[in-house]
């Protein structure tokens, strides 16, 4: 794949209430969720990869290490940020950060690795079931 570290992608959205902590359980607290935090995360490290896979292949998450750095308020804009730093080419590495309209909200890597072979890990995956 021609992807190489250094490789970047930014994506942004707008924090509704179905991006609450108060969605995930912690009832009262309206300010995005880490959960959410952490799946906005990862689909811009999987944004940068994603132009570069073969047909029929995708990437998944193996590592999160974050920090959940401040709190972001239901209406305001994020903003997130991956940074390829390594790969070995079915490893990618990436450096993560995030923002809302005022603070650093996230920092911390990513890691994700390529599945040749969606339908074959699926059936894998789905066979646990039936053992």
């Known amino acids: 794949m021609d992807v190489q570290p ?28 880490t959960p959410h935090l952490i799946g906005l995360l990862e689909d811009v490290a999987g944004a940068v990869i994603q132009p570069h ?11 999160v290490e974050m920090r959940h750095l401040a709190a972001t308020p239901v209406g305001m804009k994020v903003k997130a940020k991956a940074t390829l ?23 911390g890597k990513h890691e994700r690795f390529v599945v040749q072979n969606l339908e074959k890990f699926l059936a894998r995956a789905m066979g646990k079931g039936k053992r």
Request: charged letters at 25%; proline letters at 2%.
């Open 85 to 107: 730093l390594e790969t070995d080419g079915r490893r990618f590495l990436f450096q993560v950060e995030a923002w809302d309209e005022i603070d650093k909200i996230a920092e």
């Open 53 to 63: 896979l073969p047909a029929g292949a995708t990437t998944v998450g193996t590592m």
């Open 6 to 33: 250094g490789a970047t992608k930014e994506i942004e959205i707008r924090v509704t209430a179905d991006h609450t902590a108060d969605v995930m359980g912690n009832k009262g607290v309206m300010v995005f969720s």
